[in-house]
């Protein structure tokens, strides 16, 4: 009969205003049928409202991360890796804060289990893929506005806040097939913020691709 203590595991579930959002039943069942595969004694912790920008303003993650700290926990588990942080950053000091108090990162959408080899490799990755692809988005925006404005010999600077890499990539994938719900889902599960700072919908998604410098991206490319 083995006898090694079942791992105790901290289940955080984050539900916030998107009205796309994973409701907390379905990260719920995850979790639990997780648990109940891998023998965890598991507790859950619901963050209602709450934004997934920053791991400030999240009460209930803080008490979950101070208990982890206290070693009431072994591993911190979600869902999936939006429901903890969007933020590359965040997301690199969990884990450094993890692996210096000696508790697990454990993101089931991912296969990421920083408990054990495979999965410390995998969050590593994941960070530095993000982390890569942040600089990529960053690099367009400065290449499309600098063509935007050979082009027309205007500043694009206020004429929207949204860069114009994004605008390139709603369009060519609206191009592709991609329903606008479908882009804006993306846009949301990757972090991208709207020109405004909110969450993506198909109306937003409408938007962009009626507005100005859609239109003046839609001319440089022919």
């Not at 907390?24 to 997934?52: D, K, Y």
């Amino acid at each position: 009969m083995d006898s090694t203590p079942a791992q105790r595991v901290i289940g955080y579930i984050r539900v916030s205003t998107d009205k796309q959002d994973i409701g907390p039943e379905v990260q719920r069942a995850a979790l639990e049928a997780e648990a109940q595969r891998q023998g965890w004694n598991l507790t859950i912790a619901q963050e209602n409202a709450a934004s997934a920008k920053s791991l400030r303003n999240r009460p209930i993650l803080a008490a979950a991360l101070a208990d982890l700290k206290a070693g009431a926990y072994d591993a911190l588990a979600v869902s999936k890796l939006d429901r903890l942080s969007r933020s590359v950053a965040d997301f690199a000091t969990i884990l450094e804060t993890a692996s210096r108090q000696r508790w697990a990162v454990i993101s089931l959408d991912l296969g990421i289990d920083t408990s054990t080899i495979t999965g410390a490799a995998m969050a590593q990755v994941t960070c530095t893929f993000a982390e890569m692809e942040r600089k990529k988005i960053a690099e367009r925006t400065r290449d499309g506005m600098a063509r935007i404005k050979a082009t027309t010999g205007k500043h694009m600077g206020r004429v929207s806040a949204l860069p114009a890499a994004t605008v390139e990539r709603i369009r060519a994938e609206r191009e592709a097939g991609h329903s606008m719900a479908a882009i804006a889902l993306t846009l949301n599960a990757e972090g991208i913020p709207t020109a405004t700072g909110k969450t993506w919908h198909a109306s937003t998604i409408r938007q962009v691709l009626t507005s100005e410098t859609a239109r003046k991206l839609e001319g440089t490319l022919l």
